[in-house]
């Protein structure tokens, strides 16, 4: 199993949430009321997103903020 930062573990849980949600970024980045390109970054980690972003996703995805940062490897085998 790869190794994962903080945001390697968000990005990849809002992914895997999108995914079984049938969201994608797009309409989540609607949602939040920002542009595509910014949410993209941020999943990318190519920014550092202040914890009311964090808030705001978790509350968009009707997630507990705490499911976005559960380890991978216990959603790879859950």
Same mark, same amino acid.
């Given at each position: 199993?790869?190794?994962?930062?903080?945001?390697?573990? =968000?990005?990849?849980?809002?992914?895997?949430?999108?995914?079984?949600?049938?969201?994608?970024?797009?309409?989540?980045?609607?949602?939040?009321?920002?542009?595509?390109?910014? &949410?993209?970054?941020?999943?990318?980690?190519?920014?550092?997103?202040? &914890?009311? =972003?964090?808030?705001?996703?978790?509350?968009? &995805?009707?997630?507990?903020?705490?499911? &976005? =940062?559960?380890?991978?490897?216990?959603?790879?085998?859950?």
């Amino acid at each position: 199993m790869q190794n994962y930062d903080a945001m390697g573990i =968000f990005a990849h849980n809002v992914s895997r949430i999108l995914a079984a949600q049938g969201i994608n970024q797009s309409e989540l980045a609607r949602r939040l009321e920002m542009e595509r390109t910014h &949410l993209s970054r941020a999943l990318r980690g190519e920014n550092s997103p202040r &914890l009311r =972003f964090v808030e705001r996703v978790a509350e968009q &995805l009707s997630v507990d903020i705490r499911e &976005l =940062f559960e380890p991978i490897s216990e959603k790879v085998h859950a």
